[in-house]
């Protein structure tokens, strides 16, 4: 049974559909990266996955059918998601950011350990601990809003474009700390546009087009895959 299984998913936005009965699933201890154009409807899927926006279809985590729920007690089960554009709260500072992640949580000891945790991933952040999350560079608050969704202890964590308006270098840090945060034991679904650093570092892979599946297979394939070269890999 994998971790996450998304069957038949179906979302529509007025008349719009957006995604025609999509079927995806992602197993324990993977990175699954989801690649695609803009509008192709991956933001769609993960929101609709943490059913921040209503949908129709199946969804199950950890063998439980989620498709009711609310999106507090998906997150309380042990799936979190890292917004694309980051979402940090900019008028508080970056450590009450971090512990907003666990306010769920009544293990204040365990929160205290994962703190430390996240500031050994993002040493940046403890510098800055006191300072207002609105004062971080992009690629500080894209850590903070890595760090703020580790700090909920999930099991599987749902990354929507952490690479968007970074810099080459800061992109590389991100890829490096995604799959730091695997190797730890966390699931990963990413969902990412820049398809080549995704699938390399992923172990399967998914190509989405106009809220469709398209392509499904091991991540070296598709990297070496000519129509996934022409549409997404320049070549």
Do not use: W
């Not at 270098?169 to 398809?195: P, R, S």
Request: hydrophobic content about 40%; aromatic content about 4%; cysteine-free.
């Amino acid at each position: 049974m994998a971790m996450l299984e998304v069957k038949n998913l179906e979302v529509y936005y007025g008349k719009i559909k957006a995604l025609h009965g999509l079927t995806l699933s992602v197993e324990e201890g993977e990175i699954v990266s989801l690649i695609g154009a803009n509008g192709a409807g991956k933001t769609t899927l993960l929101t609709s996955i943490m059913k921040q926006i209503p949908s129709v279809g199946s969804i199950s985590f950890m063998g439980q059918d989620i498709s009711k729920m609310a999106t507090m007690d998906i997150v309380n089960l042990g799936m979190t998601m890292v917004p694309e554009g980051r979402r940090v709260f900019v008028r508080t500072s970056v450590e009450d950011n971090l512990l907003l992640g666990s306010y769920s949580r009544k293990d204040k000891a365990e929160v205290k350990k994962d703190l430390q945790m996240v500031y050994d991933m993002f040493p940046r952040l403890l510098e800055r601990r006191k300072q207002l999350a609105g004062t971080l560079s992009g690629g500080e608050q894209q850590m903070l809003a890595m760090g703020r969704a580790l700090m909920s202890r999930p099991k599987l964590l749902l990354l929507d474009e952490p690479s968007m308006g970074l810099s080459p270098k800061l992109v590389g840090q991100v890829f490096d700390t995604i799959k730091q945060i695997n190797q730890a034991g966390t699931t990963i679904l990413l969902v990412e546009q820049n398809a080549n650093q995704a699938l390399k570092i992923a172990k399967r892979g998914y190509v989405i087009e106009t809220g469709e599946i398209m392509l499904s297979d091991d991540a070296n394939k598709l990297l070496n895959d000519p129509k996934v070269k022409e549409a997404y890999l320049g070549g």
